[in-house]
């Protein structure tokens, strides 16, 4: 079984500090986490994923996070926040779950606002 | 090179009624996987096709099916839409073993 928690639903920062999305996650595998971003009525962009490799993972946009095992986090953070960047940000966890299906597990979703 | 690509944009039926939605995967990708999206939530793992066969499946009562087509493409079927199947429905797509998921724009489904 796998499961994600988003700890805060809304997040509202200033133009230009910085962004920080909380998800915690569970899983009975080793697991593959990503993050994706959805703008309003759009579909969802894969902003970076973490497969084992670095602990540290870049994306897009000036986005990381950092897969911290011991914590079973993966926060998702950008040194300076641009208007562009307000949306909803989604933590997923991906594990083989029967043979070779992988099923994605969603978070609840962080709404992030950018203040000018 | 198309990404994935899902018809209709919008759609509104009502209760009791049968709907289709459809998905072209994202060229060399032979994997199609489903979610449903309501308002405010994260999306729910509805199933998943590969070799035009089911492969696993979320927790969603039987009304909700699908098919996979050779090419690669898939459709979603609800039949006796109730109003809590209103949702944006997602359509993903991925190469066989591959964890990364590429998803479409959406249908977005209202049921009157």
């Known amino acids: 079984a796998q499961s994600v928690t988003q700890l805060d639903s809304h997040v509202s920062v200033s133009e230009g500090t910085p962004v920080l999305l909380r998800c915690n996650y569970s899983?009975?595998?080793?697991?593959?986490l990503f993050w994706y971003v959805q703008h309003p009525n759009k579909g969802l962009q894969l902003l970076l994923k973490?497969?084992?490799?670095?602990?540290l993972v870049k994306g897009i946009n000036g986005f990381e996070a950092e897969f911290k095992k011991s914590e079973t986090s993966f926060h998702l953070t950008k040194p300076s926040a641009h208007m562009s960047d307000a949306a909803e940000y989604f933590c997923?966890?991906?594990?083989?779950?029967?043979?070779?299906?992988?099923?994605?597990?969603f978070g609840s979703g962080t709404q992030l606002t950018v203040l000018p | 090179d198309a990404g994935v690509t899902q018809s209709p944009t919008h759609l509104i039926k009502t209760r009791g009624q049968q709907v289709t939605l459809r998905c072209s995967p994202k060229s060399g990708h032979d994997t199609v996987s489903w979610y449903q999206q309501a308002l405010g939530q994260g999306p729910q793992f509805i199933f998943q096709?590969?070799?035009?066969?089911?492969?696993q499946r979320g927790n969603f009562p039987d009304r909700f099916s699908g098919h996979q087509f050779p090419n690669y493409s898939s459709e979603l079927n609800v039949n006796a839409l109730l109003l809590g199947d209103s949702a944006l429905y997602l359509c993903?797509?991925?190469?066989?073993?591959?964890?990364?998921?590429?998803f479409g724009p959406g249908t977005r489904l209202t049921v009157l």
């Open positions: 997923v966890v991906s594990a083989i779950s029967s043979g070779s299906a992988r099923q994605l597990t």
């Open positions: 096709y590969y070799e035009e066969e089911e492969r």
């Open positions: 899983s009975s595998y080793s697991p593959s």
């Open positions: 973490y497969t084992s490799a670095a602990t």
């Open positions: 993903a797509s991925s190469r066989t073993q591959r964890n990364e998921q590429f």
